[in-house]
């Protein structure tokens, strides 16, 4: 079989990065999800992956330019560091849009970025590429 279309990709990305926050408000304290209903919740985290997707695409890249040095200086460690700010200011983009998801303090969003990372990773080995674009 051929790749899927864009569309497709998109759509599967976006499902396993919201399935991966799920993930994160279940194991981390600090990462809260509103409640609601199920369906409710399900929206919610769609629309946080959005906003998720939206901050590595374009505000991620301008810090790791400007953070070279630092990653070098660190060997790679600082984007840990990056990766737990891009969670924090995911975060507070969804609560400036009245989106209940909320990440209390560094520590919550270093460990909620980690196990977003992993599990995003894991569900993509899982999913065959011609699904989602790779």
Same mark, same amino acid.
């Given at each position: 079989?051929?790749?899927?279309?864009?569309? =497709?990709?998109?759509?599967?990305?976006?499902? %396993? &990065?919201? #399935?991966?926050?799920?993930?994160? $408000?279940?194991?981390? @304290? /600090?990462?809260?999800?509103?409640?609601?209903?199920?369906?409710?919740?399900?929206?919610?985290?769609?629309?946080?992956?959005?906003?998720?997707?939206?901050?590595?695409?374009?505000?991620?890249?301008?810090?790791?330019?400007?953070?070279?040095?630092?990653?070098? =200086?660190?060997?790679?460690?600082?984007?840990? %560091? &990056?990766? #737990?700010?891009?969670?924090?200011? $995911?975060?507070?983009? @969804? /609560?400036?849009?009245?989106?209940?998801?909320?990440?209390?303090?560094?520590?919550?969003?270093?460990?909620?970025?980690?196990?977003?990372?992993?599990?995003?990773?894991?569900?993509?080995?899982?999913?065959?590429?011609?699904?989602?674009?790779?």
């Amino acid at each position: 079989m051929g790749q899927a279309g864009p569309a =497709l990709a998109f759509v599967v990305r976006t499902v %396993v &990065v919201a #399935a991966s926050l799920w993930v994160a $408000t279940v194991l981390v @304290s /600090g990462i809260e999800l509103g409640n609601g209903a199920t369906s409710t919740r399900v929206l919610t985290l769609l629309a946080v992956a959005l906003v998720f997707g939206v901050v590595n695409a374009i505000v991620k890249p301008v810090v790791a330019l400007v953070g070279c040095p630092l990653y070098i =200086l660190t060997l790679g460690l600082f984007a840990l %560091v &990056v990766n #737990a700010l891009m969670f924090m200011l $995911t975060g507070w983009l @969804s /609560g400036v849009l009245n989106l209940p998801f909320a990440v209390d303090g560094f520590w919550s969003a270093f460990w909620g970025a980690l196990v977003v990372g992993i599990v995003s990773f894991f569900l993509h080995l899982v999913i065959p590429d011609r699904y989602d674009g790779r």
